[in-house]
């Protein structure tokens, strides 16, 4: 079964507007939540992340919302920019035996922003 | 500052070849991981290593076996190569898995096996 879920394979914004992505899980072991972008032929790099004990980080023009009693997350690109093309990773952490953090990623979202 | 290096880019096998990707990170990164991404399926964990001597399984971990003599290197070994192995492999590593440390990505090998 999927836990962290992506539901939107892919979005098309025009340049300058808000771009927000999506993603729903449903482990509430998750604490902490983390978005990775990927550019074709290159690995994911990571963007940006939320504890739990948030529900709002930002940093530049991304900014994560969470809403643990929904289970849901989003990601908004404010303006859009055509460099932010790429594959969007939605990804959850649990402890896993003991000390450990497991890591879930969601299947992406690839967002394309019209110039 | 090269980060986690992956090589090769590309390999095409055949069937019941076998063959290591190579994954080496110069961070003195203590967690290390391979994973696949296939299309629709996302990021799928092969096996991981939270220190040299140390590897475990992950989520997809037939057909493949991984060491970790050294900090700096993780390779994944296919065993016997079968076309479901066809697919974009992605060495990643932390600090640490025992915190949320961001996960380092290398560029990927693309493996086809015919």
């Known amino acids: 079964d999927q836990q962290v879920k992506q539901n939107s394979p892919s979005l098309s914004v025009q340049e300058g507007r808000i771009s927000i992505l999506n993603c729903d899980y449903t482990n509430s072991m998750f604490d902490y939540f983390l978005w990775y972008k990927k550019y074709p032929a290159e690995g994911p790099t990571f963007l940006i992340s939320i504890s739990s004990i948030k529900d709002k980080n930002e940093d530049g023009r991304f900014t994560v919302f969470l809403n643990k009693s929904a289970k849901h997350l989003s990601l908004h690109i404010v303006p859009s920019q055509p460099g932010d093309s790429a594959v969007y990773f939605c990804?959850?952490?649990?402890?896993?035996?003991?000390?450990?953090?497991?890591?879930?990623f969601g299947k992406g979202t690839l967002l394309t922003v019209n110039p | 500052n090269a980060g986690v290096t992956q090589t090769p880019k590309f390999q095409v096998l055949k069937t019941g070849q076998s063959m290591t990707l190579q994954c080496a990170q110069d961070?003195?990164?203590?967690?290390m991981s391979w994973y696949r991404q296939d299309p629709g399926m996302g990021l799928r964990l092969i096996h991981y290593?939270?220190?040299?001597?140390?590897?475990d399984q992950g989520e997809v971990p037939n057909g493949y076996n991984v060491s970790r003599s050294t900090t700096e290197d993780f390779p994944l070994r296919l065993l016997s190569a079968a076309p479901s192995q066809t697919s974009v492999y992605f060495c990643a590593s932390s600090y640490s898995n025992r915190d949320n440390s961001p996960l380092h990505f290398g560029n990927g090998t693309r493996l086809t096996v015919t």
């Open positions: 290593s939270v220190g040299a001597g140390i590897t």
């Open positions: 961070m003195n990164h203590e967690y």
């Open positions: 990804a959850a952490s649990a402890r896993s035996g003991g000390s450990n953090y497991k890591l879930t």
